[in-house]
């Protein structure tokens, strides 16, 4: 009997794939906005299980996103081959206010590297203003970026370092809003672009046209949308920003973002990336999944499947995270340690708090599905008032959730909600021991609810958080970027008291609630 898989195949906040096949193997990036190291590279070889292998920029020095705002920094990430090298470019979108960059609101980013999961070459920085780069090679050697608005070729030097004429508009799209995420695939003498319009939120889809020559005129597809989700009732919306793939036996596929509806039309998790299969028709245009949408479940390709163990638990005894750990912005080197006390990830407490773009050493994980566990155990002794250390719920500084054992003239447990710009305390525990504390957030759908323990065996609820529907892209309307998506980890900060004290946790405990996955 034929396999079946689930989609979406990389699933969490995974948004914005580019795919590519290397002989046997695939490799994906995705947008990695103001989350570092920066952009994540994944593998699989049956194209539906994946591992996160690497990422494209891991040099502190070598991206400086310390100061970007929510939703700002490494966007559309697209990864391709060329005799024997792997090139990433995307988009560093900055903040536009004056206060860096000439108020350039965005430069594209290019690395390179032989190995697919690096070390990658510093960046270097091409001048354009715009989104969504992509690389093409055409037949005759020429490179090619091409980029948002619509699909627009701009000339590259032959080691795709430097911009060597001016954009020409290839298809500005049909004129839906938001014609964005362009690619351009040649295959039996056509050009095909590709192209998401109306938006990244629901009715997000992908248009196409074609023609035989790279700078048109292109033909529209009749097939369009070849991908858009028409029933507002289905689980997976936002399909659109997609590429597509040949298999090494021939087949077509296309990934692309979509969106999982959490209670409504809340995406809680964020974008994922989602697979389904392409046919091209007899008249050399293409469709995918038959034109029917995106599919809950989809036949697997015709592999033999591969799974790859999940980094589910982390027990910090290694000198390295582990490639599921994300920083919020850069970390602040110095100020964090997985040697300064062996077997545990130690953080200093810093200025700096949650709600600030300030606040360094947040170290968050993907949020996987919607009904989850999230544990810790930790030692964390604070004195003075603002010190605090323990569990969050992160999406932005303008929503979190935090559980966190604190100081607030004596030591206490404290759970606190940020729903939009603004801190909101909803339960605390006093007179909390002088000792090592477990905690553990449990996740089920939009409600949240905080543990406690001295034993990791008998806990004791602090409080149910109901309703967390500021906890995703679409739960704080009058928020203007929300493109990430909701991620969990550790923390620690001072509150803004200036002390330097270390909060040691002894291991982190992600667990995927078996029950409810889709």
């Not at 690395?111 to 354009?128: A, H, I, Q, W």
């Not at 689980?235 to 959490?262: F, P, S």
């Not at 604070?382 to 003239?409: D, H, V």
């Amino acid at each position: 009997m034929k396999k079946v898989y689930s989609n979406p195949v990389q699933r969490g906040f995974f948004p914005d794939p580019s795919v590519i096949r290397v002989g046997e193997d695939y490799y994906m990036v995705n947008s990695s906005f103001q989350y570092f190291p920066a952009i994540p590279i994944s593998h699989s070889k049956d194209m539906v299980h994946w591992e996160v292998i690497g990422h494209a920029i891991t040099n502190n020095e070598y991206l400086d996103i310390s100061d970007i705002k929510d939703s700002h920094g490494i966007w559309a990430p697209d990864i391709s081959y060329c005799n024997g090298m792997f090139y990433i470019y995307a988009t560093l979108r900055l903040n536009g206010d004056g206060k860096r960059d000439n108020n350039v609101l965005r430069r594209q980013l290019m690395v390179c590297s032989e190995r697919p999961e690096g070390p990658y070459s510093k960046p270097v920085f091409l001048e354009v203003d715009n989104i969504d780069p992509s690389h093409f090679v055409d037949d005759d050697g020429k490179h090619y970026m091409i980029i948002a608005p619509g699909a627009r070729a701009v000339p590259l030097s032959d080691d795709g370092k430097y911009v060597m004429g001016e954009p020409i508009t290839l298809w500005p799209g049909t004129g839906e809003r938001c014609p964005e995420g362009p690619h351009i695939l040649k295959k039996d003498g056509y050009y095909y672009a590709i192209l998401a319009e109306g938006g990244t939120g629901i009715g997000h889809g992908i248009n196409v046209a074609r023609s035989t020559s790279l700078f048109g005129e292109y033909e529209p597809s009749p097939y369009n949308p070849v991908m858009r989700q028409l029933n507002p009732d289905e689980e997976i919306q936002r399909a659109g920003h997609g590429k597509l793939v040949q298999t090494q036996n021939g087949d077509w596929w296309m990934y692309y973002l979509c969106g999982r509806r959490n209670g409504g039309n809340y995406t809680t998790i964020g974008r994922e990336s989602a697979l389904d299969p392409v046919r091209f028709t007899d008249d050399g245009w293409f469709v995918v999944n038959e034109g029917k949408g995106p599919s809950k479940e989809q036949l697997v390709p015709d592999f033999e499947t591969v799974t790859y163990k999940k980094n589910y638990f982390d027990d910090f005894d290694s000198d390295k995270l582990n490639l599921e750990w994300e920083f919020v912005r850069n970390p602040a080197l110095g100020s964090c340690s997985l040697t300064e006390r062996p077997g545990h990830f130690r953080i200093w407490t810093l200025d700096g708090t949650l709600n600030e773009i300030r606040a360094k050493n947040t170290l968050v994980r993907r949020e996987e599905e919607f009904n989850y566990e999230a544990s810790t155990k930790l030692e964390f002794y604070p004195t003075k008032n603002g010190e605090q250390a323990g569990i969050t719920c992160y999406y932005s500084t303008a929503t979190y959730a935090r559980f966190s054992l604190c100081y607030e003239q004596e030591r206490k447990l404290q759970v606190v909600i940020n729903r939009n710009h603004g801190e909101e305390l909803v339960a605390e525990v006093d007179n909390i021991k002088e000792q090592a504390i477990y905690l553990k957030v449990v996740v089920s759908g939009l409600t949240r609810t905080c543990y406690y323990s001295y034993d990791n065996e008998n806990w004791t609820k602090v409080a149910t958080l109901e309703n967390c529907i500021y906890l995703c892209d679409e739960g704080v309307p009058d928020d203007p970027k929300r493109h990430t998506g909701t991620l969990v980890g550790i923390y620690a900060n001072n509150g803004g008291c200036g002390s330097r004290i270390p909060a040691d946790f002894d291991w982190f405990k992600y667990e995927n609630r078996r029950d409810a996955l889709c």
